[in-house]
């Protein structure tokens, strides 16, 4: 079991950052591999971005975020964040970082997909204003 706790969520202005920060509970933070997803009013669910279990393999990224975000994880402290700059107000949404048990091998058609995902947390806001 897993619990997960996401951190940092705001308003901000066009053009500005913030960070997210997901907290897990547990042991074995280090066997799963994590994912920001994020859901906008109206919208279903989609994938941000991925890292490994030991953050060694590169990150997955949606398109839309690609040289915007960096996803990255510090497994003695058991988070996994999310830098965000340059937010756009297409950003806005909930977002919600997840664990998926490892896998035999690091690959998009587990990490990317919402529905390949074991734990969630419970979302934190971003507005990001015009």
């Known amino acids: 079991q897993v619990e997960l706790v996401e951190f940092g969520g705001g308003l901000v202005r066009a053009g500005g950052s913030l960070r997210l920060s997901c907290a897990a509970s547990?042991?074995?933070?280090?066997?799963?591999?994590m994912g920001w997803f994020r859901q906008a009013p109206g919208k279903e669910r989609e994938f941000v971005a991925a890292i490994s279990w030991c953050g060694g393999e590169s990150p997955y990224y949606t398109d839309s975020v690609k040289g915007r975000f960096t996803i990255s994880r510090d497994n003695a402290k058991n988070t996994v964040y999310l830098q965000m700059n340059s937010l756009k107000p297409e950003d806005t949404a909930v977002y919600y970082c997840?664990?998926?048990?490892?896998?035999?091998?690091?690959?998009?058609?587990?990490?990317?997909?919402?529905?390949?995902?074991?734990?969630w947390g419970q979302g934190t806001q971003v507005t990001v204003s015009s």
């Open positions: 547990g042991r074995t933070f280090s066997r799963y591999g």
């Open positions: 997840a664990a998926k048990a490892k896998e035999a091998f690091w690959s998009s058609t587990y990490y990317t997909d919402t529905t390949q995902y074991d734990y």
